[in-house]
């Protein structure tokens, strides 16, 4: 399971990084999209744009280096599970606005597949939170586990 666990740690560390880095330097084309969903006041819209991306690396790194497995699996799943309730709530009310997982050149639309493949995501961290650290974790070096 070790093994399982960090191939899961690489691959959703190599899509919070990719997707934090297709946004940095982008967050008016972000914050238009996160306005898309008409979730959020303007207020919270543009922090959320200008932080998210740079939360988003930061997770990646963690996640592929196994520092703070567990904690970093944990803010995956709630941040997983928070993108996956808004492309639901904007499928249900039946909009179709860019998810703006990747940045302004990503054309993916809110749509039930990417609902499900959010969701699997989600299923995804659970798993590497309930069995951190996994193999080649610096947790394992520094005792954290």
Known sequence: MSWLVL????????????AGVSKVGH???FAAQIAGFRLLTPEVIAPIAIALPFLEI?????????????????VA???LGIFDLAIASAVVRGMSVS???????????????????????????AIVALRAPG????DRRIGNT
Do not use: H, K, Q, S
């Open 77 to 79: 799943v709630a941040l």
């Open 58 to 74: 930061l997770l990646g790194i963690y996640l592929i280096l196994g520092l703070f497995t567990r904690a970093a699996a944990w």
């Open 7 to 18: 191939a899961l740690r690489i691959v959703l560390g190599v899509i919070f990084i990719v």
């Open 135 to 138: 193999m080649l974790a610096l």
């Open 27 to 29: 967050a008016d084309v």
């Open 99 to 125: 998810c703006g997982c990747f940045g302004p050149n990503d054309a993916t639309v809110t749509t039930w597949p990417e609902v499900a493949r959010d969701a699997v995501f989600v299923v995804l961290a």
